[in-house]
Structures are given as structure tokens and as C-alpha cells.
């Protein structure tokens, strides 16, 4: 079996999750890790030893044997970096965002375009959880009938602490705040269980971290599916706890995704327990990281790299990615 190497650039708070999940493949090794800041290095170096620790990317990118790049650095340096990683003939995961801004998204999308040879994929474990998989089945298979559209609420809390922290967190360095950062999963979710879109009106602003970002702490939206279904999007990063629901609204059933729990509303009591019974026995994985990452991390990692491995296309394509990526970015055009 052909054993993939990897690297990964960015040794900051999302490293250890990803690291667990490449050291759980027994066809990938992962090999190299980069980062400037050396602090950072010499701690995912303790959870990786026997990888080769890099402070220069392009030194990195020079070792010959390297397939995969995994990008886990600030958001505005993705593309650059993906730029880079494809030009040298590397395979690319990038974490989520894509890019800080529709520019480098486009720049980053051009490039890619000229490497078909290359299997490159984003990150949004969350499609990847049990109860969304389930989900989507129920929605695809059409038990709730007419798709009518979805409402989501997604509320946690980021203190100025937080921002201050990292020298990139509320710049354009980030591109964004509770949208690009937190809230992207929840609408990455609504285009996986919605399809594709025709627009998006919203209305950001920022109530409670005027010294501590740029950008918004509060939105809300609404969209337009090419189906003809509509939706409704509220977040905010100014809430305490972490709390996410998601009304999944058919004609003759309604799914509600509340922190991780599927609910049913039907009047047809059949209808109501046949769908719910389709939730029973979801096997969760381990979460490594913060709980609100969530399971699927690893699944997203394993889908990609055996991607790679089988010269396929992954669940989770860098388009895809860039798509929900696209979204995020028009919505900050928007309120500019």
C-alpha cells in the first residue's frame, strides 16, 4: 500500500486535531512541520517527534518526497500558501476559510484550476457528523416532503482577551469575525442540506467588540436557494456558551438539530418515529480539541488523504470549500 507524506504548516490552536487524525492512518506519515513562531513548533512537535521541524515554508516545500500539504495557518496567508504548495506539485488540505477575502479566494481558484493532476480538499467536519449525515439522507430520500427551507441560530461568546491573543484574530489578516471564524460551519451546513444558492441579503454590525475587531459580532440573513426554498441565518459571537439549532422545515416534517440532537415535528406520529428511529446508534468519534469542534474531524482527514491515495475526488473538494468560502465573503461586500 503506497504510505503518503505529509507536512503541515501552522502549528496554532487546530494543529493537535489534525495531528491525532494523520497519526491515526497507518497509509500517511506525517513528516514535516512548519511554523515561524518556534514556541508554537516545539509543542505539536511533542505530539509529531518524529517529524522534521521547519521555520522556512519553502524549505518545506523543497524536501522531494512530501505529497501533502495541510495548511493550518492564519486565514490570510491560505492562499498564498496553497499557491505555493500546488506550484511545487503538493496536494493540498486547507483549513477553513479558504482564503480572508474574495480576491485571494479568486487568485487561489485560478491556480488551482491549472493542477488537475492535484487532490486538493477543504475542512467542514461538520457535514461529516453523524446526525448531519443522517440528516441529509432523511432530506434527500424526500420523507419530509417538499423542502421548504431552513432557520438556524448559531450564539457563542469571544471576549477581547480572545482577539487579543493572536496578532491576526480581528484583521484582515482574519477577513472577518464571528462569520468567517465561527459561523461559517452553520452556513456551510445550510448550503450541505440546502443545495446551491441564488443570493444572500444580511445585515452585520458589531455591538460589544468595537475595540477588539474590525469586523462584525452580530449578523443575520436571509437566502435564496436555486430550489426556490428560502432560509434565515442569525449568529453572534457577543452571547455567552455555545449553542447552535437548526430547523430543517419539509411540508410534512420539520428536523431540528439542536446541539448535536436530532427532534422531529410531524402530525404524522409514523412519519415522526420512523424518521427519528433513523438517528438511533450514531457512532461518534473522539473529539480532539474544544468540544464545539464537534466528531468530525478525523473523517474529514480520513476521507481526504484516501482521496489521495485512490486519486479520487474528496467529499469535501477545495470548490466546495471555496463555495461556502465565496458566501462568507459576498455577505462582508455586502455590508462594507
Given amino acids: 500500500m ?3 507524506k505529509c507536512g503541515i504548516v501552522g502549528c496554532g490552536v487546530i494543529a493537535p486535531t489534525h495531528i491525532h487524525a494523520i497519526e491515526k492512518l497507518d497509509f500517511v506519515d506525517l513528516v514535516a512541520l512548519c511554523d515561524q513562531d518556534s514556541f508554537q513548533l516545539k509543542e505539536q512537535h511533542k505530539l509529531a517527534p518524529n517529524a522534521i521541524v521547519y521555520e522556512n515554508y519553502t524549505e518545506m516545500l523543497n524536501v522531494p518526497e512530501l505529497d501533502v500539504i495541510v495548511i493550518l495557518t492564519d486565514h490570510g496567508s491560505h492562499h498564498d500558501l496553497g499557491i505555493q504548495a500546488m506550484q511545487a506539485g503538493k496536494h493540498i488540505l486547507v483549513e477553513k476559510p479558504v482564503t480572508a477575502n474574495l480576491v485571494q479566494l479568486e487568485t487561489l481558484m485560478i491556480e488551482y484550476q491549472k493542477h488537475p493532476e492535484l487532490i486538493c ?3 467542514f467536519q461538520h457535514r461529516f457528523e453523524g446526525v448531519n449525515q443522517v440528516a441529509k439522507q432523511i432530506i434527500d430520500s424526500g420523507k419530509i416532503g417538499t423542502f421548504l427551507g431552513i432557520n438556524t441560530e448559531h450564539r457563542c461568546y469571544r471576549s ?3 482577539y487579543n491573543d493572536s496578532f491576526w484574530r480581528g484583521t484582515e ?3 472577518g469575525s464571528v462569520l468567517i471564524n465561527q459561523s461559517i460551519h452553520f452556513l456551510d451546513l445550510m448550503l450541505f442540506f440546502g443545495g446551491a444558492l441564488d443570493r444572500i441579503q444580511s445585515k452585520t454590525t458589531n455591538l460589544m467588540h468595537q475595540d ?3 469586523y462584525e459580532d452580530t449578523l443575520s440573513a436571509t437566502l435564496n436557494y436555486k430550489n426556490g426554498s428560502l432560509g434565515s441565518f442569525w449568529a453572534s459571537n457577543a452571547s455567552e456558551g455555545w449553542y447552535h439549532r437548526m430547523s430543517l422545515i419539509g411540508s410534512k416534517a420539520t428536523i431540528i438539530l439542536e446541539n448535536g440532537r436530532a427532534s422531529c415535528i410531524a402530525e404524522d406520529q409514523k412519519l415522526k ?3 427519528l428511529s433513523e438517528f438511533n446508534g450514531i457512532e461518534e468519534e473522539e473529539i480532539v480539541g474544544r468540544k464545539y469542534y464537534g466528531d468530525g474531524h478525523f473523517l474529514n482527514i480520513q476521507d481526504y488523504f484516501e482521496a489521495v491515495r485512490d486519486q479520487r475526488e474528496p467529499q469535501i473538494t ?6 461556502t468560502t465565496a458566501w462568507v465573503h459576498k455577505i462582508y461586500q455586502q455590508n462594507q
Fill in 273 to 275: 418515529t420512523d424518521i
Fill in 2 to 4: 503506497t504510505t503518503l
Fill in 160 to 162: 477581547d482577551e480572545y
Fill in 318 to 323: 477545495l470548490k466546495s470549500a471555496a463555495q
Fill in 212 to 214: 477588539s475587531t474590525l
Fill in 121 to 123: 480538499g477543504g475542512i
Fill in 173 to 175: 489578516l482574519e477577513g
